[in-house]
Each structure stands twice: as C-alpha cells, then as structure tokens.
C-alpha cells in the first residue's frame, strides 16, 4: 500500500489533496513571517507527499544514543491504522495538533489525520496549546507538562473535558497526574512508543470502569525482555528490526507491561543498583515541586544518591520534616545521601526534566 493514496489532509476545515496541498504548503513556505512550527509542519506534508518511501526523523534515545533514522512510509500509516482501531477513531472526526512536527508525536498526528480522514485543526505548540481552543476537539495528543498545565487552568480544564480521546506520552507520567484524571468522563490513555516505533506500540487507560493497571500493546506486536531485563519489542509492521530498548520493563503477561526505569540511569551506589525513576515515584507523594535523584562521584560508594529539588533553599525545619518524610517511604539503601535546591532545572526540547545536564550542574556546583 503506497502513502501516495493517502495525499488528502482536512486542515483547520479546509480540504486539501494531492498537487493542491502540495502548492497549498509551498505557499505558506514561502511566506516572510511564518512560525518555526508552521515552518516545521509544511515542510513535514511535503516531504510526505515526494516520492521516496522514507523519512529522516531523529530518535529520543529509547534505544540507545540519540541519532538520525530512516522510518518508511508505509510503517507510519500501519501506526495510524492501529491507533484508529484501538481508540475508534473514523473519518470526519476532530483532531487537535498541539505537538511539534519536528519530532515523530507532532509528524503521526499528522499521518494519522491523512490516513483515518480525520480533521486536523493546529495551535501553536506550547505548554497550553487548550489555553484559545474554540473548537470542539475528538481525539488529541498531549505530554505530560502540557496535561499538569492544562488541569491547572480553569478555561482549559472546560476545554480538555469536552475532548473525547486523550493520549499523553513523551515521557513518564506522573500518579498525581493520573489520579486527576479519574473524575473526567471522556477517556485518557498513557501510551508507550518512540520514534523507531513510530509512536506508541501500547495503551494504559487511566480513567473510567475500564482502566488499566498496565500497558496493554496494540495487534501485532509481540514483547519480551532481555538479559537486563530492558523491553524487547517485535513489530514487523512498524519496524523491519528487532528493538531492544533501554527500558527497565516487568512483564505481566505476553501483552501487559509496565516500564520500571531506564538501564541507562541506574545508580550503583555501594554495589547496589538502584534505579532513580523508582525512587522518584514514592517520593512524589510528598514533594510537591519538581524533584529528581541523581548521584555524584563518592569515594567510598563509588556513587553517591542525591536529591535534587526545583526550588529556593528550603528553611531548616522545613528540611528536617521532609528528611523524616523521605526515611518513611524509602528503604535505608535508596534514601539520598544528601538535599540540594536548585532553580530552574533544565529540560530537553520535548519538555523532560534534562537528566545528564542536571548531573553536570550538580557535580560543577559541587567540585566548585
């Protein structure tokens, strides 16, 4: 099935096909004071609709170190084909755009309003991309910063209630964050992918009487684990390789998982190895700012445990009740050595929390 059959893009209500949307894009190219994001979004359409089979897209690391890859077509529109089936989405229906198209999450919704048929409206992309929305959206792709943001907003708060579909991804999200989206009638998924995946490979719906506990993979795409215990996925409809990702992953079932870590942010500290995303969930219950555990070189431990918080420094009493906290809800070997507030953290262009610059910033600061 060539993705020259799929050459119509319904944009912010207006029908576009074949060489129309081609002049349509190179139109808006053209124009002097064109957004980067808009930049990014008809130049994306474009090299959709050229004649190679393949597109140069950079991967997030899910794998291993960051680089340049080639995804075919064809991968992309099975991906839109799956997630249509999976989440009931038809011809016709809304769909918002709120994610760049620089990365692969912003280029599928794109894909998969091309390949369901359905209408694509676009915003800029931001961390409320529902702040202005005056249209009646059905299905639309959040991560997890824009989700904290938008709930934390009463005009858009109206606006995410009336969004029937909902899928957060781009990172790990937080329990608070699920918790609060247990009172909303329309349905919200957490999902599981990465770029060499063409997004997400697995669902955990997180509201309603059909919630998940766990992710739950779509047709077609078989899991298992590897010596570290990182997820292996087989999906030879969405990638001609094997993929063996650095995600520390427990298996629940030959469908169900939930992802534990990352291989790559294990700490061993006295010769045990712990995984900071672990420690980061337990101790969300109590800290109420942005947090992460990372570790600086010690002599003794070879790697000592620290506890970085996005904030002022704290006062001493304040510092002593969250020590008291923090020993109540982890185990001697995962409480952090040592409290540093830092302001403001770093995050990568996808809004995650920075965890090698946090580190570098950490051992600068303390070497000097």
């Not at 809304?94 to 280029?107: D, F, H």
């Not at 694509?120 to 989700?147: H, M, R, W, Y």
């Not at 506890?307 to 020993?327: C, D, M, P, T, V």
């Not at 953290?345 to 610059?357: C, M, P, Q, V, Y």
Request: net charge positive.
């Amino acid at each position: 099935m060539s993705h020259k059959k799929y050459d119509k893009l319904i944009l912010d209500g207006q029908i576009f096909r074949g060489n129309d949307l081609k002049k349509h894009c190179a139109s808006k190219l053209k124009q002097l004071y064109l957004k980067d994001w808009e930049k990014h979004l008809f130049g994306f359409v474009l090299e959709w609709l050229d004649e190679e089979e393949e597109i140069k897209v950079k991967t997030s690391g899910s794998t291993g170190i960051p680089k340049s890859i080639l995804l075919k077509k064809q991968h992309m529109i099975n991906s839109a084909m799956a997630t249509a089936v999976a989440l009931k989405l038809d011809a016709g229906q809304t769909a918002l755009l709120a994610l760049s198209t620089k990365y692969i999450a912003g280029k599928m919704m794109v894909v998969r309003a091309m390949v369901i048929g359905l209408n694509l409206f676009t915003v800029e992309p931001s961390g409320n991309p529902l702040e202005n929305l005056k249209k009646d959206i059905d299905f639309t792709a959040l991560v997890p910063l824009q989700l904290s943001n938008i709930l934390s907003s009463k005009n858009s708060l109206i606006h995410l209630e009336k969004i029937r579909k909902v899928v957060i991804g781009g990172g790990a999200l937080d329990e608070t964050l699920v918790k609060k989206t247990a009172k909303f009638a329309n349905d919200f998924y957490a999902s599981y992918g990465m770029t060499e995946t063409c997004t997400h490979i697995a669902l955990r719906k997180l509201n309603g009487k059909d919630q998940d506990l766990y992710f739950k993979t779509l047709p077609g795409v078989k899991i298992s684990t590897d010596y570290r215990s990182c997820l292996v996925i087989d999906a030879p409809h969405l990638s001609d390789n094997l993929l063996t990702t650095n995600d520390l992953t427990t298996l629940y079932s030959d469908s169900e998982f939930l992802i534990i870590g990352r291989f790559d942010n294990v700490i061993n500290s006295g010769g045990i190895k712990i995984s900071p995303e672990e420690i980061e969930a337990k101790l969300r219950k109590i800290i109420k700012e942005n947090f992460l555990i990372t570790s600086i070189p010690d002599r003794d431990l070879g790697e000592k445990l620290i506890l970085l918080i996005e904030s002022g420094q704290s006062n001493l009493n304040a510092l002593y009740e969250l020590w008291a906290q923090i020993e109540s809800v982890l185990s001697p070997f995962e409480v952090p050595k040592q409290i540093d507030f830092i302001k403001p953290f770093s995050h990568t262009a996808t809004g995650k929390i920075d965890r090698l610059a946090m580190k570098k910033i950490i051992r600068e600061k303390l070497i000097h």
